[in-house]
């Protein structure tokens, strides 16, 4: 990441489950900027996440036969996860804005569909992807119920880089056209929606 941080203009593309890796990953590094922008002067983070507000059978409970029954509460959660990391991220995001030196933009959209694959892709060139276990399960209190709950940090990653060879090139391409087009039919969360009217 820190090369990508090397740019004038440094784009940040992320599809996942809640955006907790990338928010991990970026926060400290937006705020080295406040000190000390270097070379950089413009930054663009955008993150995919799953539509929490629809029925999912990732994340949720296992039912009897070890099927996938949905449950509002746990999609609330991770719903509840995601608007703090987007907060977050924004309200950093406003405050290197103010200061004039950096320009940053940082918003997060939903996706259809369940938290299967885990992207991140730095300047359009270098690219990490991994698949998120769906069949992992999890107890959140030892007398509750068990989940389907991938966890992130658990998955393997896999680096590809467009200044590779050919075959890399190519798949880094079709991700940045795939991230691309499913960020343009993505939708705004409900809590900026709130926020924007």
């Keep these: 990441m820190n090369d990508a941080f090397r740019a004038r203009t440094v784009e940040i593309t992320f599809l996942g489950y809640t955006g907790e890796t990338i928010f991990g990953a970026l926060h400290g590094r937006l705020e080295e900027l406040l000190d000390d922008p270097g070379r950089t002067r413009r930054v663009c983070i955008r993150v995919l996440v799953p539509d929490f507000g629809q029925p999912m059978t990732v994340p949720s409970r296992v039912g009897p036969n070890g099927e996938p029954l949905d449950d509002p509460a746990v999609r609330r959660v991770q719903e509840l996860r995601c ?115």
């Design 83 to 197: 608007q703090a990391y987007d907060r977050s991220m924004s309200g950093l995001a406003e405050r290197l804005n103010g200061l004039g030196r950096v320009t940053v933009e940082s918003e997060f959209r939903l996706y259809p569909g369940i938290p299967r694959d885990k992207v991140c892709i730095f300047n359009r060139e270098l690219m990490l992807h991994g698949l998120y276990d769906v069949a992992a399960r999890s107890i959140q209190h030892s007398s509750g119920p068990e989940y389907y709950d991938p966890r992130g940090y658990r998955t393997d990653l896999i680096v590809w880089s467009a200044r590779e060879a050919d075959g890399t090139r190519a798949a880094v391409a079709t991700w940045n056209r795939h991230l691309d087009g499913l960020w343009s039919l993505a939708t705004v969360p409900p809590w900026r929606r709130a926020t924007t009217t």
